[in-house]
């Protein structure tokens, strides 16, 4: 059986629930509507990083535009939109871009970078060189990428051709170096995690004073479950770049899985200081918020909205609820979208007895016409602590009239039946599960165990067989059920061999 036994422990809250519709249906369904999993109102300049970073390079330049339009001393969407400038070739353009941009912010070294790559590319050598050489002289990681390799490989290129050649072997070496940490990232994203190791290894010997490399290496050991190597390697790279905010974030992370939340609340604290526009872009994959929704993807944004919700839930944790619901309703100011906030807001409302605070926080974010899983699913577990039967399966009926074709959306409303002795009703449910998803273990398990309170003892019998026969070595518990079934049919001798099975399996699970 699955290690998620939510058949076995009963589910008892809205974030259990969610995680238990992905692990059903996600992988058979890659198409799969689930509630958000972070701070969906994007802003133009985010939807341009998104798309630039899907090769969608004219609609990028169009997102870039609107940012511009709405602040015309938006820095960032200046090179931004320069960057994909570049990739459609139209460089004068890129040197417009540029200029503007460092009008505004002088020490820009993106901007630098591409209108030095223009210039080269239009043959403009000289202007081309100096803008390299001030881009190399000040750039650094940030939230977008680690250092940028080409800009060392084109100064070096550039200066062979003005018969620099002593200088330009320097940057070659760094270009090269940094290169190595690139194809560290491509091969992460491959899942070659023991070649990144190694690749980024070089980089690390080739420059002990690498920042980018133990960044990436710290994500490496973040992905391994390695959370001790991981928090030295982001350490590393915060003294030699104590503003770097993503490896505060990731250090954060690693901390939190690590049960270390007062340091982790420390760096959330630190990035929330810095107050970045965003704190980190793509290399996300299995951190955050996307840990718990059994989602991963390089190409998200965390920006501060996700942060105030990562501390509010490592304030939960640690056990200060005020400082929870502080958090949260700020990540929920700043992203009135943001539905798993909400129903982070009525969890706490509700487990301090103010559910008709929780009732009214999440009806709000219901909107007409969409059904919300995960806010549906709030409510009606608050509906169930008041004793309103009736008003939670509602919900939870809501959940199912919209995604009748998924297992996951029957299985509250089942235990709910159950709980409230409508027994046909809660066997019919998970009956309709192991119709839509045949090997759902837990599934049979609760059917089963309806069953047997049920009376019916042949049909409970014949699910606890299902499930001895489907993992044999994991047994022990349903060998004593469907002894219980045999000994309630009159089938006694049965019964006295699960039971003596039943304890067979027990002793060898514990090692005796």
């Given at each position: 059986?699955?290690?998620?036994?939510?058949?076995?422990?009963?589910?008892?809250?809205?974030?259990?629930?969610?995680?238990?519709?992905?692990?059903?249906?996600?992988?058979?369904?890659?198409?799969?509507?689930?509630?958000?999993?972070?701070?969906?109102t994007?802003?133009?300049?985010?939807?341009?990083?998104?798309?630039?970073?899907?090769?969608?390079?004219?609609?990028?330049?169009?997102?870039?535009?609107?940012?511009?339009?709405?602040?015309?001393?938006?820095?960032?969407?200046?090179?931004?939109r320069?960057?994909?400038?570049?990739?459609?070739?139209?460089?004068?353009?890129?040197?417009?871009?540029?200029t503007?941009?460092?009008?505004?912010?002088?020490r820009?070294?993106r901007?630098?970078?591409?209108?030095?790559?223009?210039?080269?590319?239009l043959?403009?050598?000289?202007?081309?060189?100096?803008?390299?050489?001030?881009?190399?002289?000040?750039?650094?990681?940030?939230?977008?990428?680690?250092?940028?390799?080409?800009?060392?490989?084109?100064?070096?290129?550039?200066?062979?051709?003005?018969?620099?050649?002593?200088?330009?072997?320097?940057?070659?070496?760094?270009?090269?170096?940094?290169?190595?940490?690139?194809?560290?990232k491509?091969?992460?994203?491959?899942?070659?995690?023991?070649?990144?190791?190694?690749?980024?290894?070089?980089?690390?010997?080739?420059?002990?004073?690498?920042?980018?490399?133990?960044?990436?290496?710290?994500?490496?050991?973040?992905?391994?479950?390695?959370?001790?190597?991981?928090?030295?390697?982001?350490?590393?790279?915060?003294?030699?770049?104590?503003?770097l905010?993503?490896?505060?974030?990731?250090?954060?992370?690693?901390?939190?899985?690590?049960?270390?939340?007062?340091?982790?609340?420390?760096?959330?604290?630190?990035?929330?200081?810095?107050?970045?526009r965003?704190?980190?872009?793509?290399?996300?994959?299995?951190?955050?918020?996307?840990?718990?929704?059994?989602?991963?993807?390089?190409?998200?944004?965390?920006?501060?909205?996700?942060?105030?919700?990562?501390?509010?839930?490592?304030?939960?944790?640690?056990?200060?609820?005020?400082?929870?619901?502080?958090?949260?309703?700020?990540?929920?100011?700043?992203?009135?979208?943001?539905r798993?906030?909400?129903?982070?807001?009525?969890?706490?409302?509700?487990?301090?007895?103010?559910?008709?605070?929780?009732?009214?926080?999440?009806?709000?974010?219901?909107?007409?016409?969409?059904?919300?899983?995960q806010?549906?699913?709030?409510?009606?577990?608050?509906?169930?602590?008041?004793?309103?039967?009736?008003?939670?399966?509602?919900?939870?009926?809501?959940?199912?009239?919209?995604?009748?074709?998924?297992?996951?959306?029957?299985?509250?409303?089942?235990?709910l039946?159950?709980?409230?002795?409508?027994?046909?009703?809660?066997?019919?449910?998970?009956?309709?599960?192991?119709a839509?998803?045949?090997?759902?273990?837990?599934?049979?398990?609760?059917?089963?165990?309806?069953?047997?309170?049920?009376?019916?003892?042949?049909?409970?019998?014949?699910?606890?067989?299902?499930?001895?026969?489907?993992?044999?070595?994991?047994?022990?518990?349903?060998?004593?059920?469907?002894?219980?079934?045999?000994?309630?049919?009159?089938?006694?001798?049965?019964?006295?061999?699960?039971?003596?099975?039943?304890?067979?399996?027990?002793?060898?699970?514990?090692?005796?």
């Amino acid at each position: 059986m699955r290690e998620a036994k939510y058949g076995g422990m009963r589910l008892q809250n809205s974030a259990v629930f969610f995680a238990f519709v992905l692990a059903s249906n996600l992988a058979s369904n890659p198409h799969f509507c689930a509630p958000v999993l972070a701070s969906v109102t994007r802003t133009a300049y985010e939807s341009g990083l998104v798309l630039a970073e899907e090769d969608h390079w004219q609609a990028a330049v169009n997102e870039f535009t609107k940012a511009i339009k709405a602040n015309p001393n938006d820095t960032d969407a200046y090179v931004q939109r320069a960057r994909c400038y570049s990739r459609l070739k139209n460089y004068s353009a890129v040197i417009d871009d540029c200029t503007a941009a460092l009008k505004l912010s002088p020490r820009k070294a993106r901007a630098f970078g591409y209108r030095g790559l223009a210039y080269l590319c239009l043959g403009r050598i000289q202007p081309g060189i100096a803008d390299t050489e001030q881009a190399v002289a000040l750039d650094r990681p940030d939230e977008l990428d680690v250092l940028v390799p080409t800009n060392y490989l084109n100064l070096a290129k550039a200066l062979n051709m003005t018969r620099h050649g002593d200088i330009a072997a320097e940057y070659a070496a760094r270009g090269h170096n940094l290169d190595f940490i690139k194809k560290a990232k491509e091969a992460r994203e491959m899942r070659q995690l023991d070649l990144a190791f190694n690749m980024v290894g070089q980089a690390i010997k080739a420059n002990p004073a690498e920042t980018s490399a133990f960044y990436v290496r710290g994500i490496l050991h973040n992905n391994k479950g390695e959370y001790d190597k991981a928090i030295a390697d982001f350490t590393t790279a915060i003294k030699q770049q104590p503003d770097l905010v993503p490896a505060y974030y990731f250090r954060a992370d690693a901390y939190t899985q690590s049960g270390q939340y007062k340091l982790a609340l420390h760096d959330y604290d630190r990035i929330i200081a810095l107050n970045p526009r965003l704190v980190v872009f793509r290399l996300v994959t299995e951190s955050g918020r996307l840990r718990d929704h059994f989602f991963g993807k390089d190409d998200e944004i965390v920006n501060l909205e996700d942060i105030h919700y990562l501390r509010g839930k490592v304030r939960a944790e640690a056990g200060d609820k005020l400082g929870a619901l502080q958090d949260y309703e700020t990540a929920l100011k700043l992203d009135s979208a943001d539905r798993e906030a909400a129903a982070r807001i009525a969890e706490i409302q509700s487990t301090t007895g103010h559910n008709k605070a929780a009732i009214k926080s999440l009806s709000s974010s219901v909107k007409a016409g969409a059904v919300d899983w995960q806010t549906l699913a709030s409510r009606a577990h608050v509906y169930e602590m008041q004793g309103d039967n009736k008003k939670a399966l509602a919900d939870y009926s809501s959940i199912i009239s919209a995604n009748a074709k998924e297992p996951g959306a029957y299985f509250l409303r089942a235990q709910l039946l159950e709980k409230t002795g409508d027994l046909p009703g809660a066997i019919k449910d998970y009956s309709q599960m192991i119709a839509l998803k045949p090997d759902d273990d837990d599934a049979y398990k609760c059917r089963a165990d309806c069953l047997l309170r049920k009376g019916d003892y042949q049909k409970a019998v014949e699910d606890f067989s299902y499930l001895i026969k489907h993992d044999p070595q994991n047994s022990a518990s349903i060998y004593a059920s469907r002894a219980i079934a045999y000994e309630k049919s009159g089938q006694k001798d049965l019964a006295a061999k699960d039971r003596i099975l039943a304890r067979e399996k027990a002793l060898r699970a514990s090692g005796h």
